[in-house]
């Protein structure tokens, strides 16, 4: 149900898209306590898109009860890469050129110095830590297709000088691979008494261009940030780090979390790819819509919720919900 409700993404949404893209029908309760069915048992139920609508809600229509999602014959195998850059731009750089090659890999992780050495730390998982950022790239399929995905793939790395390639051979080195970024936040957590995940999503042309200044305002406001990417479908994932028990220190961080926010916004991005809005994001919803179209949003909500009992306070500025 927080799946549905978010439209969560994830490592592998690149090949295999978000919830929405994996739904096949939901059975939901209203506030009034009817309990409906929406969808079915195949794609593209007849009749209005109840379920585009409801996915990514938030909590502010209905209530979630039943899921029934596809499933997918898995893959004959898969093998991950590591590709490590002497700067976060490059790195940046080299998504987009993987993007824009047409390969779509399964997965495509970006991580900077800061995630990289928190991970090391906590994985050893083997990470280099002399690189500035560093991407893991996933592929699947046959071995003869992983091995030419992965050639062509690391054709494209070589082109921007990359200070490593390491291919895995085998699972476990996958694995490994792996297990550092799967580790990541807890590992930031050791570093930091406090850390403050940000979620916005940004074309990934522009990737480059967001990390530089998402450093600048690490400067500014003298707080580390490790960003942590889905890079492939440009879902950030900055970690701010602060100290909760300092005021100071907390409201730089919730301040630069929200010109990091604005910034994915200016650039042709959004506010949220999977974490949802919520509380954090309610007061910024309107650098991303208009009057018009948050009128448009409270109506919907409106019509299922009349009372605004679902979900209270969430999603919409409080001064609207008066």
Same mark, same amino acid.
């Given at each position: 149900?927080?799946?549905?409700?978010?439209?969560?993404?994830?490592?592998?949404?690149?090949?295999?898209?978000?919830?929405?893209?994996?739904?096949?029908?939901?059975?939901?309760?209203?506030?009034?306590?009817?309990?409906?069915?929406?969808?079915?048992?195949?794609?593209?139920?007849?009749?209005?898109?109840?379920?585009?609508?409801?996915?990514?809600?938030?909590?502010?229509?209905?209530?979630?009860?039943?899921?029934?999602?596809?499933?997918?014959?898995?893959?004959?195998?898969?093998?991950?890469?590591?590709?490590?850059?002497?700067?976060?731009?490059?790195?940046?750089?080299?998504?987009?050129?993987?993007? @824009?090659?047409?390969?779509?890999?399964?997965?495509?992780?970006?991580?900077?110095?800061?995630?990289?050495?928190?991970?090391?730390?906590?994985?050893?998982?083997?990470?280099?830590?002399?690189?500035?950022?560093?991407?893991?790239?996933?592929?699947?399929?046959?071995?003869?297709?992983?091995?030419?995905?992965?050639?062509?793939?690391?054709?494209?790395?070589?082109?921007?000088?990359?200070?490593?390639?390491?291919?895995?051979?085998?699972?476990?080195?996958?694995? @490994?691979?792996?297990?550092?970024?799967?580790?990541?936040?807890?590992?930031?957590?050791?570093?930091?008494?406090?850390?403050?995940?940000?979620?916005?999503?940004?074309?990934?042309?522009?990737?480059?261009?967001?990390?530089?200044?998402?450093?600048?305002?690490?400067?500014?406001?003298?707080?580390?940030?490790?960003?942590?990417?889905?890079?492939?479908?440009?879902?950030?994932?900055?970690?701010?780090?602060?100290?909760?028990?300092?005021?100071?220190?907390?409201?730089?961080?919730?301040?630069?979390?929200?010109?990091?926010?604005?910034?994915?916004?200016?650039?042709?991005?959004?506010?949220?790819?999977?974490?949802?809005?919520?509380?954090?994001?309610?007061?910024?919803?309107?650098?991303?819509?208009?009057?018009?179209?948050?009128?448009?949003?409270?109506?919907?909500?409106?019509?299922?919720?009349?009372?605004?009992?679902?979900?209270?306070?969430?999603?919409?500025?409080?001064?609207?919900?008066?």
């Amino acid at each position: 149900g927080g799946n549905v409700n978010m439209n969560s993404g994830g490592a592998h949404c690149l090949r295999y898209g978000v919830t929405a893209n994996n739904l096949l029908g939901l059975k939901v309760v209203t506030v009034e306590g009817d309990v409906l069915d929406i969808g079915g048992a195949h794609l593209d139920a007849a009749g209005y898109d109840w379920l585009g609508l409801l996915t990514g809600s938030e909590g502010q229509l209905v209530v979630v009860t039943e899921v029934t999602v596809r499933i997918l014959r898995g893959p004959e195998g898969a093998r991950a890469m590591l590709a490590a850059f002497k700067s976060n731009e490059i790195a940046g750089k080299c998504v987009d050129s993987i993007i @824009a090659s047409g390969i779509i890999p399964v997965a495509l992780e970006f991580m900077d110095r800061p995630a990289i050495h928190a991970c090391e730390a906590f994985a050893h998982a083997g990470y280099p830590l002399d690189a500035a950022a560093m991407l893991i790239i996933e592929v699947e399929g046959s071995v003869a297709e992983q091995d030419e995905l992965l050639a062509k793939i690391g054709a494209i790395c070589a082109e921007f000088d990359p200070l490593s390639l390491k291919i895995a051979q085998s699972a476990a080195e996958s694995a @490994a691979i792996w297990k550092g970024r799967k580790g990541a936040f807890g590992a930031v957590g050791r570093i930091s008494p406090d850390y403050l995940c940000m979620d916005g999503t940004i074309p990934t042309s522009r990737l480059p261009e967001v990390l530089r200044r998402i450093g600048e305002m690490s400067t500014m406001y003298d707080l580390q940030v490790a960003n942590i990417c889905h890079a492939g479908d440009g879902n950030l994932h900055p970690l701010i780090m602060f100290d909760a028990n300092d005021p100071a220190s907390f409201h730089k961080a919730e301040t630069f979390g929200a010109e990091i926010l604005k910034l994915c916004v200016e650039v042709g991005g959004c506010l949220t790819g999977e974490h949802g809005v919520g509380v954090e994001k309610r007061d910024l919803m309107g650098f991303q819509f208009n009057e018009i179209e948050l009128e448009q949003m409270r109506r919907v909500k409106s019509a299922f919720d009349p009372g605004w009992l679902l979900n209270p306070n969430k999603v919409f500025p409080l001064k609207a919900n008066a």
